[in-house]
């Protein structure tokens, strides 16, 4: 007599962004050796994440490359990790497909007795959660009206390992200190059984030449097709990218050094597509009273992709200290976005723009961590939930008149988040049978908040019927309104 169907639906899960402190000291790097620190690179990535009930467990690293003069004044490079375990509390459920994006807010070196590095990371976790929603589509012998629901359901997810090489040609290289590495995909899009992912990754490598401090900078395209079964042209896309791994091989004669970049890159990708089906959004029985289950659904899914690149430029500060001479490198630098919200006409997006200077003065090297906050409106509708992340596409810097001036050109990826309700019937019970009206004429007077259902249930009668007899009634009805309905009887 009635029948469901199982509809395929999925839904984003997010947690708000937990911030969290994660600090390390060095067991093998003495204090008393770091004469001056002129760089601290830092990022974050999630090792493992899983998904409990009602939380979600991430393991992470953070990775610490520093760059210092040693008390005798060469410049000297160390890299280091260390580990955290967190617990980002959320709408979560064991078996959600769950990750988490780890963001460097600030980051700090401090020495004394020890050398005691510092990072405030932000972590958002976030699931696709997929389900199976049972629907009233049909049933006998009732009347029914059909609507049309929209559902959307997640058809591929997947994760892969993505290499990129590429070189810069270098002088006479004495050594590596520091290699800094970023990656960001600026397009992605769903074709008839893949989807097609670009990107670039932009390496910073800064090393020695003849004991003078040089920063090269390496940029890689990279363009990857991901065979997933199911996905289709239009589908809705989302996918990001993370640096797994990175190393630098000095190549070439000398006096004419090649430095070679190797990553290996995480690519991420998933694709959405909203299905409608058509179910009874509501029904009644002549001869039975029903009672009708109403499930009322909210699901967010991916609403597209948006890169953008836009000019970021700002002074560094040198407080008190000596006049700044020239510039020698810019080793590290990064953009973190600290908001991003819909605004008419497209996203605005608030942010830092973080960069460490090495520079020259009348005492010689310096460094300075330099801040530079930017906030920025970007075109196009991308649903009613953005979020961004920024990438360094260039960085430079240069003295003017003792201070610092910085410009960069800094990439906003935006994705997009919508949301659609879903309402639907999810089971009936069929109780006692109803006390017909046998008269031959009845009489029935509207009240407020009627629909014509309510006056059909009163008068054991179709809507086609009553209109039939009732020319002018309409839905909804008229508060007052005089409905009249003659049967014929059975002899």
């Known amino acids: 007599m009635f029948r469901y169907e199982k509809l395929n639906a999925s839904s984003i899960i ?82 959600d497909s769950v990750e988490a994006a780890v963001g460097v807010v600030e980051a700090d070196v401090r020495t004394g007795e020890r050398v005691v590095l510092t990072a405030v990371i932000g972590v958002r976790v976030q699931a696709v959660r997929r389900s199976e929603e049972e629907c009233l589509v ?24 993505v290499s990129v090489t590429g070189e810069e040609d270098a002088g006479d290289v004495d050594a590596v200190l520091l290699a800094d590495a970023e990656a960001v995909v600026t397009s992605a899009r769903a074709e008839s059984g893949k989807i097609v992912a670009e990107g670039k990754v932009r390496a910073a490598v800064t090393f020695t030449e003849d004991g003078e401090i040089r920063t090269g900078e390496i940029v890689v395209p990279f363009s ?42 995480a690519l991420r990708v998933g694709a959405v597509r909203c299905c409608e089906s058509d179910v009874i959004a509501d029904m009644f029985m002549l001869t039975n009273e029903v009672e009708l289950v109403r499930e009322s659904r909210k699901f967010l899914f991916f609403g597209g992709m948006k890169y953008a690149t836009e000019s970021v430029s700002g002074t560094a500060s040198l407080e008190d200290r000596a006049p700044a001479e020239s510039v020698i490198a810019v080793p590290y630098a990064r953009c973190y976005a600290a908001k991003a919200e819909p605004v008419e006409g497209g996203a605005l997006v608030e942010g830092v723009l973080t960069a460490d200077v090495i520079y020259r003065s009348e005492n010689g090297i310096e ?50 988040v919508r949301s659609v309700d879903a309402e639907f019937i999810s089971s009936v019970a069929v109780g006692e049978e109803k006390e017909r009206n046998d008269s031959a004429l009845s009489l029935y007077i509207t009240q407020e908040g009627d629909g014509m259902w309510d006056v059909c249930k009163a008068l054991t009668a179709t809507p086609d019927e009553l209109i039939a007899q009732n020319p002018a009634l309409s839905d909804p009805v008229t508060p007052g309104t005089r409905v009249l309905f003659f049967r014929s009887l059975a002899q």
Do not use: H, M
């Open 138 to 161: 049909d049933a006998e012998k009732c009347y029914k009206t059909v609507e049309s629901v929209a559902v959307p359901s997640l058809v591929a997810s997947k994760t892969v390992g």
């Open 367 to 416: 460094s300075v961590r330099a801040e530079v906050p930017y906030s920025v409106e970007i075109e196009g509708d991308l649903g009613a939930d953005v979020r961004a992340t920024c990438f360094v596409e260039s960085v430079k810097a240069k003295a003017r008149r003792g201070e610092l001036d910085i410009e960069a050109e800094v990439g906003i990826l935006l994705s997009g």
């Open 224 to 265: 990857e097709e991901v065979l997933a079964d199911g996905v289709e042209e239009g589908d809705a896309v989302t996918a990001s990218v993370t640096v797994r791994s990175s190393g630098i091989v000095l190549a070439g004669v000398p006096g004419a050094n090649i430095i070679r970049f190797d990553g290996e890159l």
């Open 14 to 95: 997010v947690a708000p962004v937990i911030e969290r402190v994660v600090e390390f000291s060095p067991s093998g790097l003495d204090a008393g050796d770091v004469a001056r620190v002129l760089s601290l690179a830092v990022d974050g990535r999630a090792v493992s994440v899983e998904a409990g009930d009602g939380y979600a467990a991430v393991a992470g690293r953070v990775n610490f490359r520093l760059v210092y003069q040693d008390r005798d004044g060469a410049p000297r490079g160390v890299d280091y990790n260390a580990d955290f375990n967190l617990r980002a509390d959320g709408d979560f459920l064991v078996g």
